[in-house]
Each structure stands twice: as structure tokens, then as C-alpha cells.
């Protein structure tokens, strides 16, 4: 079959992914030592599941027997809405306003697969969506997506960073798409703005001075110097994509409709959901990515935001 590589973009652009690039499945040598050195500095904090499987992370062909290329995809979630200033709201991250985007991502992968499979006989493929382990920012670079930023997420000419990650380990050998080129520059706002200075250099984020970790992936109490910093934040975090001129200038409001904002999830009134059951939490959160936080998580962090933030007046 003649024109393979450009025949699978444009099955893959077709299901829905905003960009599509290929690189080897071959060893991430460069990106594996950072990774190694920056566990090393404990910077991952709990997130122990990024201590293990680390000769899996760094070689994608060890997770799939004969893997000679790695499609990488991402896809826009974007969509044009902005939190409120309003006293007693707290704030989510916009990637969880909609549904799960492990579902949705997933969802259009397995499509490729399947077609892939179809179109190609013999040849074997694996999809992941944040779900292994694999160095999806560094395959996303290396596959000439996008670079990634001082902040540490990948940040495409077209989308900005406002993009989720998916990966196809496969046995088809695929020509490798030039990586990407750094646009950073001399740009250090998210660095400034970040207001737990939870990024320590740049391209290096310490996790456990991260808000979006500290509100997500951390169990148990936070420190209150840094929960004094969250600035009404209960589900992640944006402040380091808010200020960043490539999303500024750059950013399209998705085409999936089922990244929209569920109803009182941009700004949440803070007093509601502090009074939320376990079995609410459950039900009003059911394929949300918020369900990540856990109950016992998310009710810390509003307690956190209603100590922290402005209440409204009687």
C-alpha cells in the first residue's frame, strides 16, 4: 500500500484527533535520565507509580513485542469559557469540566487500532491514554506534536497546551515525524505566576509543591503554607497554561462536545459542595475525572478554598 504514513493520518485526523505524529518506538535515553534524575530529587512525591516500571517507560518497545513505531495523537479540549471572581466559588481545572477525557481519548484510539488492524494484517498495536507506562510528553515531543514547555506540558503551535495525549505502540514501521522545536524563548511567565513556585527551574516542576498535584493525587492533610496558596483552586489547577502567550494567542475551542462544562463545575459554590455525601460525590461526579480526587480529597480541598478564599456577604 503506497502513501502509509500519510493514509493513517488522515484516518486518524478523521476520528476526531486534533494532531498526529510518528516516532521509533526505539530507547528515550535523554528524556529517561531527567526522569531518573528528577525522582531522584523526590519531586514526585507519593506518586510512587512513578518509581516503578521505569526500563518500561524508558523503552515503549518493551511494552509490546516486535514495536517499531509509536503513534502519538492529541486531542483540543479547549473550550471558551472562564471562571468566576465571584466570593465563595472555587475553582476546577478546565480539563475536568467535561467528561473523563480517558474515556473519549480511549475511545477514538481503539477506533484506530481496530481500523489499523483491519488495514494492515499481521501487525499489532497497543493504545494507551495516561493508562501505562509510558513517556507520553517526551513521545509527543519526539513525534514533533509539540514541545515541552518551562512549565513542563506540551504546548503545540496550533492548540497550545490545551490538548489531552494519546499513544499507539504498533508493529508498523511508520517514518518518524521531525521532533519539535522549543518556542519558549526567554518566556519565564508561568514560572512567575505559579504561586507555590512549585516550578523550580525550568521545564522542572517539583509535584509536591504543585497545586494540581497537592488537589488530585495527594492523600491526607496539605501543609498549610501551601494550602493558603491555592487561591480557591479545589480540582487542579491552570494558572501556569492561563498566562501562557501560546494559549493567549493560539488556543480553538474544541469540536467534542462532550468537553463542554458539566452544570456548576467551572466555578462551584463552595458551600454546597462542602455539605456534598460520599454517595453525591458518586453520583455527581460519575465519568468525571474529579472522581481521581476521591471524596475524602476533594471535600480537604474545599475546606482548604472556604479557609482561603473571600465567603459572600449575609
Known sequence: MENVPEIVKSKALALGFSEVGFTSASMLDEEGSRLQEWISRGYQGTMHWMERRCEERIDPSTLLADARSVIVVAVNYMTPHRHSDESGSGKVSRYAWGDDYHTIVLEKLEALVHWLDTTF?????????????????????????????????????????????????????LPPDTPAVDHCGTCTLCIEACPTKAIVDAYVVDARRCISYLTIEHRGPVD??????????????????????????????????RFEPRESMISPRLEEWSGMTEEEFRLKFDKSPIRRAKWQGLMRNVQIALRTTPRPAL
Open 224 to 257: 498549610e503554607s501551601l494550602g493558603d496558596q491555592f487561591e480557591g483552586w479545589v480540582f487542579g489547577c491552570d494558572i501556569c497554561q492561563d498566562v501562557c502567550p501560546w494559549n493567549l494567542k493560539f488556543s480553538r475551542t474544541s469540536t467534542e462536545q
Open 121 to 173: 494484517p499481521g501487525s499489532r498495536s497497543r493504545a494507551y491514554v495516561d493508562t501505562g507506562p509510558v513517556m507520553e510528553k517526551a513521545l509527543a515531543a519526539r513525534a514533533g506534536i509539540g514541545w515541552q514547555g518551562k512549565h513542563s506540558n506540551v504546548i503545540t503551535r496550533e492548540y497550545g497546551s490545551w490538548v489531552f495525549l494519546g499513544e499507539i505502540i504498533t508493529t508498523l514501521d
